[in-house]
C-alpha cells in the first residue's frame, strides 16, 4: 500500500476520496468500540476511524497495534460528525474511514513521551540515548528544518551574490600552537599524523591567492577542546572570503545574509545596517565584548570622581591606573542573601577581591563602604546611577579590563535575577544585532612575556596604526569585526594581510613566533602571497549557534541530529570504543593507559 | 581604488566612462613606447592601455609590474583602435586608458605556465605544490564552478521535493569489520578511538527511523584505501534517504536529479526514464557490472556451442559449469604484438590462462586453437560474431563471472584501441546513463566460506526471493540499484530492510556474523527498529566523480580544490607530519615505526 497523500493533506475538499495514508500511529484509542488512530507523519496528523466490527480483517491486525507503530490505512474520506471537528488541525474537519490496513511495524512502548512537554523533562542522557525518538518530538523535527532551511537561506544568497561554494580538506595539518586539535595516523606514513581542521582559514587564504575572488563553504570544523552547552566535536562553520573588498563590504553582505535567513527562516524582517560599536566602549559600558543590548543596566565609570578618595581601594586601584566601574541594579534591593553570595563568587571567580555594594532601603544607603564617601562623591553616584529607593549598585575596581569583566558578568546575573522577579523583560526574539569593532590587533601575553595576536595573525592592522607595530604594538587596532546577536558571539572575521613582508614581519618581529615555525607552520602561505596575492577579507560565523538562536534555545545540541555529550561521547552508537591490536598495528601506534585509569 | 567593474563587463556601451578594474596581470607588454596589459578577475580579461610619456606617475610604477602581479586601474574606457578589436572577447571593442595605477602586490615569476595547454603538460606535483597557481588556469577554474553548479542544483533539485539536508557526524565508531577507517584518538577516554565516517549509512537509516522521510546530505566521507586518480582519502557524497518508497520512486527522484544536474551546470537535456539492465545482462553482455555502453563491441556466449567439443579446454570448461564467452575485434587484427602481450597480460591479471584469438587476414582465420573447431563450431562464431576479413576474436573460458570479467576488460581495451586508430569515437558527452539492477543480495566468500553481503547487509531482499533466504541464498536478488553513466558507477543504493527481526536473520543466521559482533556494530540499529521502523530505501552517489565527469577529466583530483597525492599526501602544506611528544602523550599514544623503514 502507498500512500497517496500526505497526514495535513485532506479537507472537506476531499470528502468521499479514496486515499492511502502512511505514517506513525501517534494516539489510539477505543471509543465505545470504535478505534480512532491519529496517523502521524513528517507533514501532520490525520484522524482514522476504524470500526472492527463491520471489517473482521482490521480487528485482527489493529489488536496489535500500538503507539509508534509504524501502517498504512486505505480508505474514504468522511467527514467527522457535528460537532467534533478540531479547527486547529489542517485536517481536523474530516476522518479517514478505514476499509484496509497494512503493518509495517509494531513499536514497542517508548522510554519517555514524546510530546514536548514531557520529552522536556526527560533526562538529556536518555534522549541522546534514544535520539532515533527525541527527534520524533515536534520540537527537535522543528529544529531539524529550521537548520535546513537556514542553510539553504545562507547558500542561496551567496549564490546569488556570485560566491562558490569550495569544499577544503578536512585532513590537514598539525599545528600544535594554536587550539588543540584532533589527531589522524597515517597508514602509510609511519610515525606521521594529520590534523583535523580547524577551520578554513588558511585554505581560504590560499583561494583568495588562486583568483577565486568570492568563496563560501558551510565546512565541518573539530576542536579537541572541553565541552559545554554551546561547544562540540565537530561544528559547523559558514565561512566565507572575498578579494578586493574593505570593511564595509564585509558588513553589507552578512547584513544582507542575515536578513534573508530571517525572512527565510522567521519570517521576520531585520533592521540593516546593524549597530556598531568599538571594543573599548563595548566593554566599558556592558564590560564584555559580546554585549547583549536587549536591556540596559549599564556600567559607570567612576575612576575620576575616586582618584583623590578617602576611600583607599578605589583611590589606590586609580592610582595604579586602573578604574572603579559601577552599575545600578534597579529596584534589586530585594536581592536575597543566597542571590548575594553568587554574585560575590561570580566576582571572585573574575578576580575580585569582594562585590562592594550600596543598598538603598527606606531611603537609606547601606553598605559596609558608604561611610568613606565624600558627599560630592554620593552625589556624583546619585546623579549619574539615578539612585532612587530600592535600587543596589555594585562596584568593582581593578585593572580596566578586568573591572569591566567583573561588572559585564555581574550585568548578566543582575538581569537574570531581575528577569525571574518580572521586572525585565527579555525575549529571545528581540534580535540586537551589533558589530564590535576596533579590537587591539595585539594583547600582551604575561605568562609568554610577548604580545599575541587578539584574533588570530592573519588580521591586517587598521591602516593609520600601521605606523606603531614596532614602537607602540598595543596601540595598534586589527581590521577585525566580531557579529554579536543577543549576547552571543555569532562569528568573527577581518581584513587579512596581502603584503608577504608584513605578514612575515608581524610572525617574526611582533608576535616573536620562532622563524622555524613560522617556517613549517606558515611558510607555504608566505610564499604563496609572493605570486599574488589580492586583499581579502572574510568571516566565519557558527551555524549550530546560528541555528539556535533561530530555535530559540541554549543548547547548540538541540540543533544538532547526532551530538555528543559533554564528555564527547555519542551515546546511542557508543563511540569512542577501544579497537583492535591490528588496527593500532597498521597505524603504527600503541595506546600508553595512564597508571590511574 | 576599489572597482566600479569586473573584467568582462565593459563594452562599447560603456565608452567615455571614468572606471576603476582590478584583478591580476594576465600579459603585459611593451608596444612601441605603449604598454598593454591585459588585466584578468574571475570573470574575465580587459585590456588596460598606458601611455608613460604622458603619465610620468603611472610610468615608475608600471615598471615594476610582472604578469600575476595584482593591482587596481582607474581610467577611462575607450574604444580600441580600428581593427585591434577581438570579437572573441566580451570586452574586445574596449581598452580603458590608465590614468592611475595601484600595485597591490608584485608576483615573482611562476614556476609553470598558467594557461591550459602549458599547465597541462606540469607535472602534477609541481601542479599540486604551488595548487594557487594551477586553480588559476582557466580549466581548473571552470571545474571549481561546475563543482558549485553541481552541489548547488543538487541542493535546489531535493529541497524542492521537500527532502531535508541533516548534518551526521564525521567522528564515528570504529567498524573494524567494513573497509579500512580512520582512527582519531580520544583524549578524554585513553585507549579508546572514533572512527571517521566511511558514510553516513546508519545514521541516515536512523534518521528514517526518526520519521525525518526525506533525507539527504552532500557529505564529507573518509576511507583509508589505497589511492588512485578516481579515489580520495576523503570524498563527497550525495547521500539520500526516503521512507515510504519502492524502488521505481527512488529511479523517478534520481533521474529528476540528474535532469536538473545535467540541464543547470551543461544546459543539456537527458533522456529519462533511464535504461535499466540485469546485473546478469550486464555481466553476459559487457563482462562488467558498470558497462559503458557508448559502444557495441559485446560479449557472445558460446558455452552451448563448445559443451561437445573437440577442443578439450572449451569443452571441459563448460562440463565444469563454466563459460566460455568471445568477443570480435572489429578491423582490429592490425594489432601490434606490443598490443597483444598488453591484453594478455590483462586477461592473466584476471586469472585467465591465457588469451585464446581467431585472426582473420587474408581469408584465413590465423590462431592457434582453431585447428580444433568442427566446421559446426566455426560457422555458428561466424554468424554469431558476424566475422569478417581484419577480425580479431577473443576468447575467454573460465568459470562464468570469471570469463565475463576478462572479455569485459578486453572489451574496453580494445575500444581504445580500436579509438587510438580512429575507427572507434567515444565522446564523453555522449550521456549513457543506465540502471543496473537484481544483483545477488548475497555473493559467497570462498576465503570466508561464508556469504558476504555483495553491497551491504542492510539491503531488502526482492520480496519474491526472500523464501529462499535459508534453503539457496545466491537465488535471492537484493533490491539493490547501481546507477552507471559511461562505465562509471555514479552511485548505488538499495531498499532496506526495516523488519528488526529479517535484519537479525540476515546478520546472524545468513551472513553469519558472529551474535557479539552484531550487538556491538549493529545493536543500536537493532534496537531503534524495535521502535518503528518505516520502510525506507536510497542512494549515495560520489560528487568527486560526477563532477569530473561533468568538467570532462578522468581524474577525480582535477574537481577537488587540495586533493592529495596517491601517497596520501598534502604537497602544498606538507602534511602528514610528525608530532610533538605532548600531543602523543594527551591522546594516550605513542608512535611504532617499523624496523624497516
Redesign the interface.
Known sequence: M??THHCAQLTQADIGASVTL????DTIRDQGGIIFIDL???KGVTQIKLEPLSNPGIAAAVASVKP???I?VSGQVSARPEGTANPSLPTGAIEVEAAALEI?????T?PFPLDDAGGDKVNEDLRLT????D??RPKM?NN??I??RA??AI?DYF?AQEF???????????T?EGA?E???????????????SQSPQ??KQ??M??????YFQIA?C?R?EDLRADRQ??F?QVDVEAS?I?REDVYRIFEGMLKKVWKDVLGTDIQTPFLRMPFTEAMNRFGVDKPDLRFGLELQDFSETFKSSAFKVFQSTVAKGGAVKALNAKSLADITQGEMKALEDAAKSLGAKGLAFIKVENGEWKSPIVKFFSDAEKAELTRRLDIAEGDIVFFAAAEWERACAILGRIRLDVAALLQKRGRLAIRHDDWKFLWVVDFPLMTYDEAENRYVATHHPFTAPVPEDAQYLDSDPKRVRGQHYDLVLNGMELGGGSIRI???ALQKKVFEDVLKIPQDVVE?RFG?MLK????????HGGIAFGLDRLVALLCGTTSIRDV???P?TQ????L?????????A??L??????????AA?
Open positions: 502507498k500512500s502512511a505514517g506513525w500511529v502521524r507523519d513528517r509508534e507503530s509504524v498504512a509495517f511495524n509494531i513499536s514497542d517508548p534514544y535520539r532515533y525518538l527527534l520524533r523535527r531539524l528544518r537548520r535546513h542553510t539553504k547558500r549564490d562558490i561554494e569550495v569544499e577544503t580538506p578536512a585532513l590537514f595539518k598539525s600544535p588543540r584532533y589527531l589522524v595516523p597515517s597508514r602509510i606514513h609511519p610515525g606521521q599524523f594529520y590534523a583535523l588558511q585554505f590560499i583561494l591567492v588562486a583568483g577565486v575572488e568570492r565541518r573539530f579537541d566535536m565537530e559547523t578586493f574593505d596581502h603584503q608577504p613549517s607555504y604563496a602571497f609572493t605570486y599574488g596575492a589580492p586583499p544538532i541530529a547526532f555528543k564528555k564527547g561521547q555519542c546511542m552508537t557508543q563511540s569512542p570504543t577501544p579497537v583492535t591490528k588496527q598495528k597498521d597505524l603504527h601506534i600503541q595506546t600508553v593507559i595512564p585509569e
